[in-house]
Structure formats: C-alpha cells, structure tokens
C-alpha cells in the first residue's frame, strides 16, 4: 500500500504495523544521470521490497532532499542541514506511529544519509512511541556493494533497468572521462580523506565506470535489494522494542 495512491479509509482499515519511508536526495550524479537518482531507487527499492514482502506494509512518500552539501558546487543539488534531516525523519516517522504504524524501516538512497539515519532511528526507538531503522540498498547487494562508486556502474545500472529514459546514454564516454576511480582524496595509512566537497577529486562527480553497469545488472541489484529489505521486514515485524 502506498501512502500516496490510496484514501485515508483504506489507511484506517489497513491490517499492518510496518511502514517503510524512502529517502534520497537531489544532487548532482555526473552529466548522464538525473539529480533525482538517490531519491528514485529508494522509493523502486521500498517498492520491490513490499512487494517481495509476505505481508501487508504502507510505503510512505520519499523524502527527496537530505544531506548532501558534499556536492553543493555541482549545478541543481539541494541539501539540508543534519539536524533538519533528523527532524524531519523523526516528524515523519512520529506521524506514521500515530496512525498505527510503529514499526518503521527508513529505505536509503544516499550514502550523505547514512551517519544521521542512524542517530535519528536510534533516538526515535530509545524517545519515541515508535521502531526504526534503517535500510541502504547498496549496502544490501552483496559484494556488489564494494562498486558503488557514484554515478557509477551500481547506480547506473539500476537506473537502466529501473528507469532508463533518464539516462543520458549519449553522455557516458563524457561521464567517463572526467570520473574518478574512488571516492575522496585519502592520505596513505592514515585513513583520513582530506577532501570535504567532490568536486575536490572528480571533475565532473562521478565515481567509476558508469558504462560498466548494465540493465541485467540493475535487474541483478534490484532483485537482491527487495530480498534483503523483506528479509529485514520479517525480522522488524518479529522483534520485541522491549526487549
């Protein structure tokens, strides 16, 4: 059940306590994919994950700026502070709990995210009258998840299969050309990455080969994505809070 595509007597009569809300950004993903990538495969994720799901869950509408100063100097991206993101999260998470929903996974797009989706799911299952946690999909794709790059071959591919009329296919040997192979720019046996924006070591934003992920891919990460979020369904629908 989605939020946005049902009426509140639906709503009222659903038979379920678990919810997933997906977030994402709008940020810039190199000269061949939209701004909206992070915020379009976590709503197809919570979506492919529900529908994989034995059981009934609400899907809530994506959240689809977060934290993402990182790319402030590329053209079009948004941001917002930690602490809003936070905010917001909880405000969102607090709502769905008072309509029943209590049990709540927060389906990431955005690796920007993942330090404050932590903090907030923990401080809303300690403070509030709720349950959450959070899900990364490309954290939840096996060895996979060690090509994530950014703009590169996982994000791409998932578009192609997801969404491939907002691949600048014409694009990619430019993606390519001005990619870096890894994100930051790290001092050797230190394990400390003196760069803050990613401007500072990809001249166009993308991380890796965007040409290297294809829609069978995308269909491969997509499929093992919904697999692990309705594994984590289960296990949030069986857990304790109490406990």
Known sequence: MHLSDVTWTDVRDADTDLALLPVGSTEQHGPHAPLGTDAYHAETVAEAGADAYDGDVVVAPTVPVGVAEEHRRFDGTLWVSPD????????????????????????????GNVPALGEVTATISRHDDAYAVPFTWFEAVGDHGSEMGHGGPLETALLRATHPELVREGRIDAAREGASEAWGDWVPGTGT????????????????????????LGEEL????????????TAVSERDPSA
């Open 193 to 216: 990455n003196l760069a803050h924006d990613s401007d500072e070591f990809t001249a166009n934003g993308v991380v890796g080969d965007p040409g290297a992920g294809d829609a069978a």
């Open 84 to 111: 809003t993101f936070r905010d917001y999260v909880r405000d969102v998470v607090g709502s769905l709990a008072h309509h029943g929903f209590g049990r709540v996974i927060v389906v990431n797009g955005h690796g």
């Open 222 to 233: 997509l499929e093992s994505a919904a697999d692990s979020l309705a594994r984590l369904l």
